[in-house]
């Protein structure tokens, strides 16, 4: 009789998401902020760098911090990111990212100027 091997295999995958609040903000001014959750999935762990994008012309974005890690002891971490707005700026869609190790994950927003 010839042995009999089982082999298993089992992979977890690690991941983070990036969650912005509010979604859809309406504003009377220049300034709009944003809440980003940064939050770790499967044990992830690692530092995970944050940017803004979009929105009209001559609008300025930052996060801060710039980066946040995360480990199996605070799977969440919190950033501010602030939109702000030229004169007469029209509606604007931001893309809010984070990046590990090449992979990015995003969340967007939508602002209304008033």
């Known amino acids: 009789m010839k042995p009999f091997f089982l082999a298993t295999a089992s992979a977890v995958i ?7 609040s509010p979604a859809t903000p309406s504003i009377n001014g220049k300034k709009a902020t944003y809440t980003l959750t940064i939050s770790g999935l499967n044990g992830f762990a690692g530092t995970v760098s944050l940017a803004c994008s979009g929105g009209p012309a001559n609008t300025a ?5 710039a980066s946040v890690t995360l480990s199996a002891s605070a799977a969440t971490a919190p ?3 602030t939109v702000t707005l030229p004169n007469g700026a029209p509606i604007g869609t931001y893309t809010f990212t984070g990046t590990f190790s090449g992979v990015a994950r995003t969340a967007t927003a ?3 100027v008033k």
């Open 14 to 20: 690690v991941n983070f998401t990036v969650a912005v």
């Open 61 to 65: 974005c930052s996060v801060n911090p």
């Open 79 to 81: 950033a501010k990111a």
């Open 110 to 112: 939508t602002l209304t």
